[in-house]
């Protein structure tokens, strides 16, 4: 079985006017540039009067090597989500207002194809393999996952700090 160990965690929170498809746009943009698999687990959406809760989630996984993959979690919990209409240089422009908060989990997986574990000896070679060879290179590919994590909550933060504003 393939060994799994979470990295980071991070949350973005914005509570104003932004574009919905815009930000989800953006942000499965942002993930398949950065040659991550995008999966939608789950979908839910609830409507209360003008208002809309929407939650979601993605799995998204990128080959680092052939030991090493990495696999992020997306959530996203956008609530009280209305259309309201904005004006932005003299031009009244449609868009959205809510809540939104979107939680990234970065999780580094060692062994993926569990290619180390058909037997104990191999089970044991890739224990001594993790410890005493590849030490350094696991700590390199746990700061991939790392920075992967911080710059797409950055580019997301700044993404809605730039749209919230018009």
Same mark, same amino acid.
């Given at each position: 079985?393939?060994?799994?160990? *979470? /990295?980071?965690?991070?949350? %973005?929170?914005?509570?104003?006017?932004?574009?919905?498809?815009?930000?989800?746009?953006?942000?499965?943009? $942002? !993930?398949?540039?950065?040659?991550?698999? %995008?999966?939608?687990?789950?979908?839910?959406?609830?409507?209360?009067?003008?208002?809309?809760?929407?939650?979601?989630? $993605?799995?998204?996984?990128?080959?680092?090597? @052939?030991?090493?993959? /990495?696999?992020?979690? %997306?959530?996203? #919990? +956008?609530? @009280? !989500?209305?259309?309201?209409? /904005?004006?932005? @240089?003299?031009?009244?422009?449609?868009?959205?207002?809510?809540? +939104?908060?979107?939680?990234?989990?970065?999780?580094? /997986?060692?062994?993926?194809?569990?290619?180390?574990?058909?037997? *104990?000896f191999w089970r044991f070679m890739r224990d001594t393999y993790n410890k005493y060879v590849i030490p350094s290179r696991v700590e390199s590919m746990q700061d991939r996952v790392f920075?992967?994590?911080?710059?797409?909550?950055?580019?997301?933060?700044?993404?809605? #700090?730039?749209?919230?504003?018009?």
């Amino acid at each position: 079985m393939a060994e799994k160990e *979470q /990295v980071i965690k991070e949350k %973005v929170e914005y509570n104003g006017i932004f574009d919905f498809k815009g930000i989800y746009g953006f942000a499965h943009k $942002w !993930l398949k540039e950065e040659s991550y698999g %995008v999966v939608e687990e789950k979908y839910s959406e609830k409507v209360s009067g003008n208002a809309k809760d929407i939650n979601f989630e $993605w799995k998204c996984s990128k080959k680092l090597s @052939d030991y090493f993959k /990495v696999e992020v979690s %997306v959530k996203f #919990e +956008i609530s @009280d !989500l209305s259309e309201v209409e /904005v004006e932005i @240089d003299g031009k009244k422009k449609k868009t959205n207002k809510g809540k +939104i908060s979107i939680e990234a989990k970065g999780i580094l /997986v060692r062994d993926p194809d569990s290619k180390w574990e058909d037997t *104990q000896f191999w089970r044991f070679m890739r224990d001594t393999y993790n410890k005493y060879v590849i030490p350094s290179r696991v700590e390199s590919m746990q700061d991939r996952v790392f920075s992967d994590i911080k710059s797409f909550k950055d580019a997301l933060k700044s993404y809605l #700090e730039i749209v919230g504003r018009t």
